[in-house]
């Protein structure tokens, strides 16, 4: 089996978007449509047995949202897809970016109704600094929404980079009769849920086609002045700007009547870039290197409660994996057996036996696999951009049963390593402190601690409002600051020393008076890569 080939095979992708834009259902109709499973669960159908599939963790079924990204795979047209499915919510928007540093390419899904939103943009900036392509896909047509004209103006202009229209719509809400297929000069026509696997759809070749008027009238008249319009108005379509991260082709449809996802597949295998090199500290990693390389850019516990596992989620960057064979964690200088690698459909999984570039393998792992920790087979190497940001919120957390104070402790540990929520110890003891971006978070580890380790969390609130990482070229000098401001400084989950500050104008004076002691606003992986830059 030539490693090339396989290379050559994986598309591996993330989906993001704004909260309720239909990302999770449109995650479930991919899989549906390759065939990865027979029922595409609802997000909607709260009370039924079924929920989505990319949906495992109890927290996401009650209430319907994703709060941590899951994983599958599947095979399409002979590709390999990797598909990574993202919290859509701006409180987990870290586990997002970690999760855009393993992926070539992103499908950004967008409410047609709502246009681009606040966490969107969030996300595209993240895409554009790391020029990830990008295909968007305009959700929800089958009910009233904005034309489609201003959807074009607003995406243009809120990714700052031109956009093709692949697919044009014909009407919307219930005057929606399908889309216009642009590149073939042909109409899909649309019958709610009818695009089934393995259905032929209705389609009517041609733009002048008089069957189109007969039969849609005034909307496929102005759809077909749209499309003049744009044609006219839109530069052609080039594969080398949309892998730059600097043109994006745009498809409409409805997830959740199936309508729309097949040509979505189809532009993910034909477009979206295979795996390509990766930048370590050392050098440039090629993915057809025969040696094995991956970095670990997600930790997620209790993926199966009943064994209070944890999972740590690798993206192949070279080489080829094998089943049992043995692997160096690169930090540690540890090594690490892969007789349990296992590939996944969310929380479905399997033993893995072979894997190539681009593919997600999961390892069980007991404490030695960290987030941003790189594997090989021998080689020093540290892949970089995997961030964890200085958080904005702040509580301190007690148990109320002090007999299951260890518990809290295991719980809070293995919550901190997969990045759920940040986890500082103070210095001069006393309660443990939580970090957060957003208040879901901390709702989403109480519910955690409640549920999967037996615990009963009090939440407390903090003066905290700050927190810096921080380093200094004199090891001396930074004992000397550390002691001094041992009741503002904390240790996170690699150890690494964090001043806490109830307001900016105290890291302003900390600043003055310790010149040589540098403040972070990021930390990137375990190997304490920082990024300066406080007082914004």
């Known amino acids: 089996m030539s490693s090339n080939r396989e290379v050559a095979r994986r598309r ?3 989906i993001i978007s704004h909260p309720d834009a239909g990302k999770t259902t449109l995650t479930e109709k991919l899989l549906l449509f390759a065939g990865a499973i027979h029922i595409a669960g609802s997000v909607k159908a709260r009370k039924a047995s079924r929920h989505a599939t990319s949906d495992w963790m109890e927290i996401e079924k009650q209430r319907g949202i994703s709060v941590a990204s899951s994983v599958m795979q599947m095979e399409y047209r002979d590709c390999v897809i990797n598909l990574l499915d993202t919290p859509g919510h701006q409180d987990f928007s870290e586990d997002t970016y970690r999760v ?4 070539d ?3 950004m899904v967008i409410d047609a109704g709502n246009g681009v939103e606040a966490q969107t943009l969030r996300l595209l ?4 600094a790391r020029n990830t392509p990008i295909v968007t896909f305009v959700n929800k047509m089958d009910r009233e929404v904005k034309a489609p004209l201003d959807l074009i103006d607003e995406i243009e202009r809120s990714l700052g980079i031109p956009v093709v229209p692949f697919t044009w719509p014909v009407g919307m809400g219930k005057g929606f009769g399908g889309v216009f297929d642009i590149r073939s000069d042909s109409m899909r026509v649309f019958r709610a849920g009818d695009d089934r696997l393995g259905a032929e759809p209705e389609v009517i070749e041609g733009i002048d086609n008089p069957q189109c008027v007969e039969r849609f009238g005034a909307a496929f008249e102005q759809a077909r002045a749209e499309i003049e319009l744009i044609q006219g108005a839109v530069p052609p379509f080039e ?7 600097s043109q994006t082709p745009v498809l409409f449809g409805s997830a959740i009547n199936n309508f729309g996802v097949r040509e979505v597949l189809d532009a993910l295998v034909d477009l979206a870039p295979p795996p390509g090199p990766r930048v370590a500290i050392q050098r440039t990693v090629d993915p057809g290197e025969p040696a094995f390389s991956g970095v670990v850019f997600k930790v997620q516990a209790n993926m199966d409660p009943a064994y209070r596992d944890r999972i740590a989620f690798i993206r192949i960057c070279s080489g080829r994996f094998e089943r049992g064979m043995k692997l160096r ?3 540690s200088g540890k090594e690490i057996r892969t007789s349990n690698a296992m590939s996944f459909l969310s929380q479905r999984r399997e033993l893995l036996e072979l894997a190539f570039p681009g593919d997600i393998i999961g390892l069980p792992n007991h404490g030695l696999l960290q987030l941003g920790d790189t594997l090989t087979e021998g080689e020093e190497l540290q892949f970089t951009g995997l961030p964890f940001f200085a958080p904005e919120m702040f509580q301190a957390v007690e148990v109320a049963d002090p007999i299951r104070s260890k518990a809290l402790r295991k719980g809070l540990l293995q919550l901190g390593e997969e990045g759920a929520i940040q986890v500082f110890r103070p210095d001069t003891g006393g309660p443990l402190l939580l970090g957060a971006v957003g208040q879901l978070q901390f709702e989403v580890v109480a519910h955690r601690l409640a549920h999967e380790y037996s615990v009963q969390p009090r939440m407390l609130p903090s003066k905290y409002r700050l927190a810096r990482w921080v380093t200094c070229e004199n090891e001396d000098e930074l004992k000397r600051f550390l002691k001094t401001n041992a009741h503002r400084v904390a240790l996170d989950v690699v150890e690494a020393p964090v001043f806490l500050a109830t307001h900016a104008s105290e890291l302003r004076v900390a600043n003055e008076q310790w010149k040589n002691i540098r403040f972070h606003t ?8 920082f990024q300066s830059g406080m007082f914004d």
Not at 100 to 103: D, F, G, M, Q, R
Not at 239 to 245: N, R, T
């Open 12 to 14: 591996t992708f993330a």
């Open 100 to 103: 855009l540093t393993a992926v």
């Open 329 to 331: 964690i690169c930090r």
């Open 125 to 128: 900036e993240v895409c554009r």
């Open 239 to 245: 594969p080398a700007a949309f892998l730059a991260g």
């Open 522 to 529: 990021m930390r990137e992986h375990a190997g304490l890569v």
């Open 105 to 107: 390419a992103a499908l």
